[in-house]
């Protein structure tokens, strides 16, 4: 038997192993299938599958045994973690793990990340809802160190969630996979709203995001920057809300049609009307919930990429920058900001601006 037929069928045999309820940690899975099957092991590891490949087989026996009652359940699943985040938006909770991806069988979990430095708030805001809870210190490695990770675990609407609480400072940060390597996706509540809209209309029912409107917000935080002014060494255009609109003009030159890149290029430099020293985070701490990731990350690295063209950023940091599929994206951003300090240029006005974007849609 040659052996890539061998991990095959270990990893058959260990996702039947988690799928019938006999092991939950595929490690253990593995290791028990290769002794069921009589498969010597050569060193830690041997030949045993990757957590990936059993992760494939796992997804193979959902389809083949549940069928349609799969889709169902994603469903159904996907709406009771927009009403939990929903309830929990103070700690801008974000979805990940299976519900997000779509890759659900019966047994799957709900896998909320919420973001607080008191985590002994979370404790109350499940109380308030009459949730029965438990807490758990979970081991992770992050970087090659281990350290602890507070979960909550408890049932809501028939399915079982953890909630991971991680600290404010985290919220940007995109780990990767210990199944599959991949960087983990989350969602907010704004993006799991719409894909419930995109995927599952029949599904989402009466309930209204509680979140506020969208625009509105955008122009509140955008008429603060009539206020702020620069040094005119830097900036002789006048006030950020000039600037602002100078840097969206000239990116509606080069993407009309891109509504996140357009709100990056207005949202910019929101923050500085908030915290003028850390004005990139106080930005998405102001956004947070209202916009897309890519937005998101093109507003948290708009300074970042300076210290990237002077070669000053860690291994770790160009990671994230330069390998990211939005760095082109980053640097015409770049770009279009050093070039919008026209103190003569011309511009649309804000509600130009924002009846643009709502008119070119999502």
Same mark, same amino acid.
């Given at each position: ?197 995109? %995927?599952?209309?029949? @599904?989402?029912? &009466? ?7 969208? =625009?509105? $917000?955008?122009?509140? !935080? +955008? ?86 063209? %002077?070669?000053?950023? @860690?291994?770790? &940091? ?7 599929? =939005?760095? $082109?994206?980053?640097? !015409? +951003? ?29």
């Amino acid at each position: 038997m040659n052996n890539s037929k061998i991990r095959r069928e270990l990893a058959h045999a260990a996702a039947l192993l988690i799928y019938e309820g006999h092991e939950s940690e595929y490690a253990r899975a593995k290791r028990k299938a290769a002794r069921q099957l009589n498969v010597p092991l050569k060193g830690p590891t041997g030949d045993l599958p990757s957590d990936a490949e059993v992760h494939d087989a796992l997804l193979d026996l959902a389809r083949l045994h549940e069928g349609e009652g799969s889709a169902n359940r994603l469903a159904q699943m996907r709406q009771a973690a927009l009403e939990m985040m929903r309830e929990l938006d103070e700690f801008q909770p974000r979805l990940t793990g299976s519900v997000l991806s779509g890759k659900v069988r019966e047994g799957s979990d709900v896998n909320l990340h919420v973001y607080t430095e008191e985590h002994e708030d979370i404790g109350r805001a499940l109380d308030a809802l009459g949730t029965r809870w438990n807490i758990e210190h979970k081991q992770i490695t992050r970087c090659g160190k281990p350290f602890e990770r507070l979960c909550y675990y408890f049932d809501f609407q028939g399915f079982e969630f953890e909630l991971a609480a991680y600290e404010p400072g985290e919220r940007n940060h995109r780990g990767r996979s210990s199944i599959t390597g991949k960087t983990i996706e989350c969602a907010t509540t704004r993006e799991l709203e719409r894909l419930m809209e995109e %995927r599952h209309p029949d @599904s989402v029912g &009466e309930v209204q995001p509680s979140m506020p409107d969208l =625009w509105q $917000s955008i122009r509140a !935080l +955008l008429e603060n920057l009539s206020t702020v002014r620069e040094n005119t060494r830097w900036h002789p255009e006048g006030n950020a809300l000039i600037h602002s609109l100078q840097v969206f003009e000239l990116a509606r030159e080069h993407r009309p049609r891109d509504r996140e890149f357009l709100l990056a290029a207005l949202l910019h430099d929101v923050g500085k009307g908030l915290d003028s020293s850390h004005h990139a985070q106080a930005a998405l701490d102001a956004l947070d919930g209202l916009i897309e990731r890519r937005t998101a990350w093109l507003i948290e690295h708009h300074m970042v990429i300076l210290d990237y063209r %002077r070669g000053r950023l @860690s291994d770790a &940091e160009l990671e994230v920058v330069a390998r990211s599929p =939005w760095f $082109s994206d980053l640097e !015409l +951003l770049r770009r279009i900001d050093d070039a919008g300090r026209d103190p003569g240029a011309q511009t649309c006005t804000l509600d130009e601006a924002l009846d643009f974007l709502r008119a070119i849609g999502s």
